[in-house]
C-alpha cells in the first residue's frame, strides 16, 4: 500500500538556536517484537540528531512490552525532567483478542499521562494486523515512523514553546 499522505515537513527549529540545545527528551521503547521497535528508536534518535540534539539530550528507557509504556511514561512526567516523552512500540494483531487490548489501554494510558501531568507525548506505537506492515513502518528509510516521532516531537514542542502557561 502506497503512501496517501505526505510526510510532514522537515522541522524548522525558527530564529531561536537557543531552543534546540534546552530541550530533553526522553524515549520509552517496548521492547516486544525487538526488531521492529529497535528500528524504530534508532530512526527517532537519528531523526533528532538532524535536527541539532546531541546525544546526551535523548534519554532511552525500555520497558517489556506496549501495555507498560504508560506507568514508565507516568514516573518520567511526574520528575518533570524532559520536555517531551516518545513512546515507541509494535503491536501486531493475532488470533485473540488482545492485540485490541493491548493497543487500546496503552493509547489511553498515555493520553492520561500527558493531560495530568502537562507534558506532550509522542504515540508511535504500531498497530498493524501482521509482521510485514510492521516491518514496513519500521524500515530503513525516512517512511520509518520513529523519524515521524521525532519531526512530530520537535514540532509539537515548537507549537508549545509559543503559547505560555
Same mark, same amino acid.
Given at each position: 500500500?502506497?503512501? /496517501?499522505?505526505? #510526510?510532514?515537513?522537515?522541522?524548522?527549529? @525558527?530564529?531561536?538556536? %537557543?531552543? *534546540? +540545545? &534546552?530541550?530533553? $527528551?526522553?524515549?520509552?521503547?517496548?521492547?516486544?517484537?525487538?526488531?521492529? /521497535?529497535?528500528? #524504530?528508536?534508532?530512526?527517532?534518535?537519528? @531523526?533528532?540528531?538532524? %535536527?541539532? *540534539? +546531541? &546525544?546526551?539530550? $535523548?534519554?532511552?528507557?525500555?520497558?517489556?512490552?506496549?501495555?507498560?509504556?504508560?506507568?514508565?511514561?507516568?514516573?518520567?512526567?511526574?520528575?518533570?525532567?524532559?520536555?517531551?516523552?516518545?513512546?515507541?512500540?509494535?503491536?501486531?494483531?493475532?488470533?485473540?483478542?488482545?492485540?485490541?487490548?493491548?493497543?487500546?489501554?496503552?493509547?489511553?494510558?498515555?493520553?492520561?499521562?500527558?493531560?495530568?501531568?502537562?507534558?506532550?507525548?509522542?504515540?508511535?506505537?504500531?498497530?498493524?494486523?501482521?509482521?510485514?506492515?510492521?516491518?514496513?513502518?519500521?524500515?530503513?528509510?525516512?517512511?520509518?515512523?520513529?523519524?515521524?516521532?521525532?519531526?512530530?516531537?520537535?514540532?509539537?514542542?515548537?507549537?508549545?514553546?509559543?503559547?505560555?502557561?
Amino acid at each position: 500500500m502506497r503512501r /496517501t499522505t505526505p #510526510l510532514p515537513p522537515p522541522f524548522e527549529p @525558527g530564529a531561536d538556536p %537557543a531552543f *534546540l +540545545r &534546552r530541550l530533553r $527528551i526522553a524515549l520509552i521503547r517496548g521492547d516486544y517484537n525487538p526488531e521492529i /521497535t529497535r528500528s #524504530l528508536e534508532e530512526k527517532c534518535i537519528e @531523526g533528532l540528531q538532524e %535536527a541539532g *540534539l +546531541r &546525544r546526551d539530550q $535523548i534519554t532511552c528507557y525500555s520497558v517489556p512490552g506496549c501495555f507498560e509504556i504508560p506507568i514508565l511514561a507516568q514516573r518520567l512526567a511526574a520528575q518533570k525532567l524532559y520536555d517531551i516523552v516518545i513512546a515507541l512500540g509494535a503491536v501486531i494483531r493475532g488470533e485473540t483478542f488482545h492485540f485490541e487490548l493491548v493497543a487500546q489501554e496503552c493509547a489511553r494510558g498515555i493520553m492520561e499521562v500527558s493531560l495530568k501531568y502537562d507534558i506532550p507525548i509522542i504515540f508511535e506505537v504500531l498497530a498493524t494486523y501482521n509482521r510485514r506492515d510492521a516491518l514496513r513502518r519500521a524500515g530503513n528509510n525516512r517512511l520509518n515512523k520513529g523519524f515521524e516521532a521525532a519531526r512530530a516531537a520537535l514540532a509539537t514542542l515548537t507549537a508549545l514553546n509559543r503559547v505560555k502557561k
